[in-house]
């Protein structure tokens, strides 16, 4: 089972993820579990404040050392094993399709959702272990991060989606793009389904969707094809 916690100052946001898809069906078989721990719990302040004014001056408030430590030894305590703690951060390593077996290997994944100008660079240096992104642009927390990550692990470990030949056709399967793909109806406006699709043909079914996957990549994204 891979154990995640989430540490956050807005955990009613990550109320549905726990309903649809397939997060609903590993939860449900047991594949994942899923903690949400509400930061403001964790505060020593009677307004259950955790941001604090920068020193040195500037704009913004600053997420403060002390509840984070708190909750993280809690979510810890409650992971029972030993934890990654991963701060979700612009700073941080870019998530990408490779790299989602790594985390699948970890098991215990605790996700910092960091909220207005950051988090104290000592909890940074102290107690973070990795610094993850998912794309070069900012958001106002770590929240959305959190559940992308959680959602592109989960759909990747085995036993969680039905078909699992589905994860080898998939974009960036190889450094690959996804080939085009069809449904019914055969025929829309004159627009027809490849003939090819349909022979029946399983080996030059292969053959075009490989041709096409490569298409697409040299067309939409070459960067993926220097990879290969």
């Not at 449900?28 to 505060?43: A, C, E, V, W």
């Not at 829309?188 to 003939?195: L, R």
């Amino acid at each position: 089972m891979i154990q995640f916690s989430i540490i956050t100052i807005f955990p009613n946001m990550f109320n549905n993820i726990f309903k649809y898809g397939v997060i609903k069906k590993a939860i449900q078989k047991k594949i994942i579990n899923i903690k949400i721990l509400n930061l403001r719990n964790f505060s020593i302040n009677k307004r259950k404040k955790v941001d604090d004014k920068i020193y040195g001056g500037g704009s913004g408030m600053l997420i403060m050392f002390l509840p984070l430590f708190r909750a993280v030894i809690e979510a810890k305590k409650k992971q029972k094993k030993k934890s990654i703690v991963i701060y979700l951060s612009p700073q941080g390593k870019i998530l990408n399709h490779n790299n989602i077996k790594y985390f699948i290997k970890k098991k215990n994944l605790i996700f910092i959702c960091g909220r207005y100008k950051g988090i104290d660079e000592r909890f940074i240096k102290t107690q973070v272990d990795e610094e993850w992104s998912i794309g070069d642009y900012i958001l106002t927390g770590g929240e959305l991060p959190a559940m992308i990550f959680i959602d592109a692990i989960t759909r990747s470990i085995p036993g969680v989606l039905n078909n699992q030949n589905s994860l080898r056709e998939e974009s960036f399967n190889n450094n690959l793009l996804d080939c085009p793909n069809y449904t019914r109806p055969k025929n829309i406006n004159n627009n027809i389904v490849p003939s090819v699709l349909l022979s029946g043909n399983h080996k030059k079914i292969k053959k075009w969707r490989l041709k096409y996957a490569l298409k697409n990549t040299l067309l939409k994204r070459p960067d993926l094809l220097n990879k290969k």
